[in-house]
C-alpha cells in the first residue's frame, strides 16, 4: 500500500516544487525587463551618501558614545607592529 503511494506522492511534490520554480523565475524576468528609473527605485529609500551610524556606537538615549573603543587589527604576521617610533619587541635589542 505504502509503495504504491510513494511514486504519487514524490510525483506532486516534484510538480509542487517545479511549478513554485517557475513563478519565482518568471517574478524575476519580469523584475528585469521593468523600467529602470520607476519612483521605487529612485524613491526616498534610497540611501546613497547618508550616514548610517551602527547601534552600538549609540548610549542608552540614542545619542553617540563618549566611551573609548576597542579596535583590533588582524595581520598576517609578516608585517611589523605599529608602535610609537623607538618602541622595540622584547627581546630584540
Do not use: C
Not at 56 to 65: P, S, V
Not at 66 to 71: A, K, P
Amino acid at each position: 500500500m505504502l509503495s504504491s503511494l510513494f511514486p504519487l506522492l514524490y510525483g506532486a511534490v516534484f510538480v509542487a516544487l517545479l511549478w513554485q520554480a517557475f513563478r519565482v523565475m518568471s517574478k524575476g524576468f519580469r523584475a528585469a525587463s521593468g523600467p529602470l528609473n520607476d519612483e521605487r527605485a529612485n524613491g526616498d529609500d534610497d540611501r546613497t551618501g547618508r550616514i548610517t551610524v551602527h547601534p552600538e556606537l549609540l548610549d542608552q538615549d540614542g545619542r553617540l558614545t563618549d566611551e573609548d573603543l576597542l579596535t583590533v587589527r588582524f595581520s598576517n604576521g609578516d608585517e611589523s607592529p605599529d608602535g610609537p617610533p623607538g618602541d622595540s619587541e622584547p627581546g630584540t635589542e
